[in-house]
């Protein structure tokens, strides 16, 4: 595996398959490598902690940060190309060009620029690697539904596949962020998955989600929709520590 900081140092070959990640790697995104790694020549991991999707500068300066061991992994699972650009990379001295992002849905609201940051890093990678495919996680569904409109309004010539999420044996979503739950706040943030998973079946979704939280205060409780399947999301905070998660109520995501 090739580790690269730099676009000109690229030179990719074959049809490429690109996983946009944050590192701190998870069993999440060895999902996503798999699934790059059945459809095309070549995968492209890129490894870049976006300044410009956090709201909030402490959350950025606690972004848990471990190169060599997200190196380690992205080579077992057969990762050709890790992209690993300093900040400066991709947005150089002068850089003033952004993609503004209309009807981001509840987790828009929530956190303000949020998806400009998101939609603008992912329309640069789209170009600097010039991927055949893109893959990214469920449990960030208003991200693919964002990614997904900015290839259909921009016509960029890419899929963007959407991964199952990946859940511990506990069900609690896979999120680089659950390092920082104590054991307590772990138990507490299981109230989340349990709620979602219980209130899939209701006729008011919505309403049953935020009866099931047991103490967990929602920013919001929400139906998406993802090119045809329909979503129940919500987002809570566990202590310091915001998680968000979904289910599946109809549909197909792929």
């Not at 070549?42 to 997200?70: G, H, I, K, M």
């Not at 890093?121 to 789209?126: A, D, E, T």
């Not at 329909?230 to 202590?239: K, P, S, T």
Request: include cysteine; aromatic fraction near 6%.
């Amino acid at each position: 595996m090739r580790i690269v900081r730099h676009i000109s140092d690229l030179g990719l070959d074959g049809e490429v398959g690109l996983v946009p990640t944050m590192g701190a790697l998870h069993a999440g995104h060895v999902a996503l490598f798999r699934a790059a790694r059945a459809e095309n020549d070549t995968v492209v991991a890129s490894l870049f902690v976006n300044p410009a999707q956090f709201d909030q500068q402490s959350d950025l300066a606690v972004y848990p940060r471990d190169e060599t061991r997200d190196a380690e992994i992205a080579e077992q699972e057969g990762v050709d190309v890790l992209f690993a650009p300093g900040p400066d990379e991709i947005y150089p001295a002068g850089f003033g060009t952004w993609v503004e992002v209309d009807e981001a849905g509840a987790e828009g609201t929530a956190r303000p620029g949020h998806f400009r940051g998101v939609a603008t890093v992912c329309l640069k990678l789209f170009n600097i690697v010039r991927p055949r495919r893109a893959y990214f996680g469920q449990k960030d569904a208003q991200q693919a539904i964002v990614v997904r409109r900015l290839v259909r309004d921009l016509d960029l010539d890419i899929r963007i596949r959407v991964i199952p999420t990946v859940r511990d044996a506990d069900g609690l979503a896979l999120s680089s962020r659950n390092v920082r739950l104590s054991p307590a706040e772990r138990e507490r943030a299981l109230g989340l998955p349990r709620a979602l998973a219980k209130a899939a079946g209701s006729a008011d979704p919505i309403a049953a989600a935020r009866a099931e939280l047991n103490g967990l205060t929602p920013d919001y409780v929400e139906l998406l929709d993802l090119d045809g399947a329909r979503i129940l999301a919500a987002a809570v905070r566990v202590g310091s520590t915001r998680l968000i998660d979904n289910v599946l109520l109809e549909g197909d995501l792929s």
